[in-house]
């Protein structure tokens, strides 16, 4: 089955701690992307990576940092510098740009 | 920046009624995409739709991009169609930044 997988499904973070988050795709898709959710609100992009190791910031990147080492895989890592981790986060893909995103079932972080 | 601005915040339903769901947008844009997230989170893609009229079962959508808003029209509907209805565009000139809207909450009742 093709598709978007995200891992953990729940996650929790203790204070001062990094945490990684885990998402693969083999559609084969080019461009992946991060998302952040808080309750009530629209997602807003973390990072973006258009090809293999290559990626951008988005509107709120402070405190997180990514990698795309392989075009399948672009995990997220959360620093202890991210005050307020607390969220949901959804990783997507799509085959260029701008084409339709395709999103994963998301990762809910809790901090202890 | 560019805002997405969505209505309304939230709807209620009998099931069998029907809606429309309504996305404005500030600037010019690249696309806009409609996605459904369902009550576990998951993002579901219904349209990708620059301009014009599209059609898929009980869903349909239009853009007029040169008056900068976009429709989502449900017919008949289904407590399946319950969760929250996002509008998403793409800023002309952006590399990737989807800009969303906070979204329309549905409750279809039985």
């Known amino acids: 089955d093709g598709g978007i997988t995200q891992s953990p499904k729940y996650l929790f973070r203790k204070e001062g701690q990094n945490v990684t988050l885990s998402c693969e795709q083999n559609l084969n898709h080019d461009a992946m992307y991060w998302y952040r959710q808080d309750p009530g609100q629209g997602l807003r992009l973390i990072y973006y990576s258009q090809i293999v190791n290559d990626f951008q910031k988005g509107d709120i990147a402070e405190g997180y940092s990514v990698s795309r080492e392989k075009k399948e895989s672009f995990p997220l890592t959360v620093t202890s510098a991210q005050k307020n981790p607390t969220a949901f986060y959804l990783c997507?893909?799509?085959?260029?740009?701008?084409?339709?995103?395709?999103f994963g079932p998301g990762t809910r972080l809790l901090v202890l | 920046g560019i805002q997405v601005e969505q209505s309304p915040p939230d709807l209620i339903l009998q099931e069998g009624a029907n809606s429309t769901l309504r996305c404005n947008f500030s600037d010019s844009v690249n696309n806009l995409q409609w996605f459904h997230q369902n009550p576990w989170g998951q993002l579901i893609n219904l349209f990708y739709i620059p301009s014009g009229t599209k059609q898929n079962g009980r869903l349909s959508a239009t853009t007029v991009a040169t008056e900068r808003y976009s429709l989502l029209y449900i017919s008949s509907s289904q407590t399946t169609d319950s969760g929250v209805y996002f509008c998403a565009v793409y800023r002309r000139g952006s590399q990737g930044n989807l800009i969303f809207g906070k979204g329309t909450k549905l409750s279809v009742k039985p």
């Open positions: 997507a893909s799509s085959v260029g740009h701008p084409e339709t995103q395709y």
